[in-house]
């Protein structure tokens, strides 16, 4: 029997559920959950409150986030699980390590590359472990693109078109929260596309040379509202009059998840989880178009769009041997607003290879239940459980996590200058 490993876990917020959950429910023979560690009181207090009531676990110690340090003294966790706000992982990845922790972080690794020279010379000094948490690389359907690519379906893959869609339900939510702001989130060409990102790194083994990018607010904002004749507008929804009927606004309330973590919530910290996708403040992007040259020669045409009508992906692969087409559908959802296993799911999917001389054929894949297409459930079990031989290595490490967001690091300065940038001139490995 394997070891049982002590976790404390750093931010208690939406995306925080999902591991803790985990570590108190299916892990509870190999893992440890001994601590939480947020800003806000109210929210780690309904943290202990579900695995209490849902699991028959005991609460566990509470720290604010400035007794950090006393937390791991005193607590003396193996790993420290970080799942904060996106611009805070490297404070907490990297003071975890000093101490002598190894880490497992939430997507993004980081929001620059400062903070991700930082992380890596930290590993370097340290000699500890970080995990990234890349679960779209263990959703079925782009593991089985993995094997393709890698024995030769297609022979030698030179370009990939990829569009991600996200839709007015979940594209909007990011547009409500804290993700608004580029400096909490590096803007979703760092915060979603690192995803993106990571698995064309994943599918085709190689590394990202040069990037170039345009973006721009399009959609969401006060100004492009006005523009499209709105009249109504309101900062947050809860309380507002001109809320009620405005399909875009989250009204907290009406959600007991969401009531308990944000509304109860927001005296301690002054968070507002329901701000209008049409206000002022927002500095991140809606619609963005991508170009990355990878050290194997291959070529990236990738498109992010935050308000389209379903939620899903669309990726096709052209090599010297023929093609790979490739299209997902997503189900839509507001982040914990509801069940995690729910969250990405996949509703249809189809991959299809077209040699370059015989019949086209479909590619069966074989279902799996869990979010984010089946991929939730093995990628806990790597974390926390016993984790299975891995022919594909799809866990991701500290070097994974800081390619995927160097793309998007490098995509934001493109779009910033015009020029294009060169990615190895961000950062030493």
């Not at 917020?13 to 591991?19: I, V």
């Amino acid at each position: 029997m394997a070891q049982r490993k002590k976790y404390v876990q750093v931010g208690v917020g939406g995306r925080a559920r999902f591991f803790y959950e985990a570590i108190v429910g299916d892990f509870q023979e190999t893992a440890q959950l001994v601590a939480f560690c947020d800003i806000n009181q109210t929210r780690m207090d309904y943290a202990n409150k579900i695995i209490q009531e849902k699991y028959n676990h005991p609460p566990v110690s509470t720290y604010k986030h400035t007794e950090f340090e006393e937390m791991i003294k005193k607590e003396k966790p193996d790993i420290v699980l970080v799942t904060s706000v996106d611009r805070t992982h490297h404070s907490y990845i990297i003071r975890a390590m000093e101490l002598g922790c190894d880490v497992i972080t939430e997507k993004p690794m980081t929001t620059d590359e400062v903070k991700a020279q930082a992380i890596l010379d930290a590993v370097k000094r340290t000699g500890r472990k970080l995990r990234v948490t890349f679960n779209y690389r263990y959703a079925p359907h782009n593991t089985k693109i993995r094997e393709l690519i890698a024995d030769g379906a297609i022979g030698e893959v030179f370009s990939v078109h990829f569009e991600w869609l996200l839709n007015t339900q979940h594209g909007a939510d990011y547009f409500r929260r804290w993700h608004r702001d580029k400096r909490n989130s590096g803007g979703l060409l760092v915060h979603k596309s690192t995803h993106h990102f990571d698995l064309v790194n994943f599918w085709l083994n190689t590394q990202p040379e040069t990037v170039f990018a345009f973006g721009d607010l399009r959609f969401y904002g006060r100004e492009n509202a006005e523009n499209r004749g709105v009249t109504k507008f309101y900062s947050r929804a809860y309380g507002s009059e001109n809320a009620k009927d405005d399909y875009f606004a989250l009204h907290l309330e009406e959600n007991e998840q969401l009531k308990a973590m944000y509304l109860d919530a927001e005296h301690e910290d002054g968070y507002f989880r329901d701000q209008s996708v049409f206000g002022d403040g927002i500095s991140i992007e809606d619609t963005m178009g991508v170009l990355v040259r990878y050290k194997n020669k291959a070529i990236l045409t990738y498109s992010l769009n935050a308000y389209l009508p379903w939620e899903g992906f669309r990726v096709a692969f052209n090599g010297s041997k023929g093609r790979i087409q490739v299209s997902v559908v997503e189900r839509s959802y507001v982040n914990a607003g509801g069940r995690s296993d729910l969250e990405g799911a996949v509703q249809k999917k189809q991959i299809e290879v077209f040699p370059m001389f015989g019949e086209a054929y479909e590619v069966p894949v074989i279902e799996t239940e869990g979010g984010h297409g089946g991929a939730d459930p093995i990628l806990l079990n790597d974390l926390f459980g016993i984790p299975e031989p891995d022919p594909f290595n799809r866990a991701a490490s500290h070097i994974d996590g800081a390619l995927s967001i160097l793309t998007g690091i490098a995509a934001n300065k493109a779009i910033a200058t015009g020029l294009p940038v060169k990615v190895d001139s961000l950062i030493k490995f």
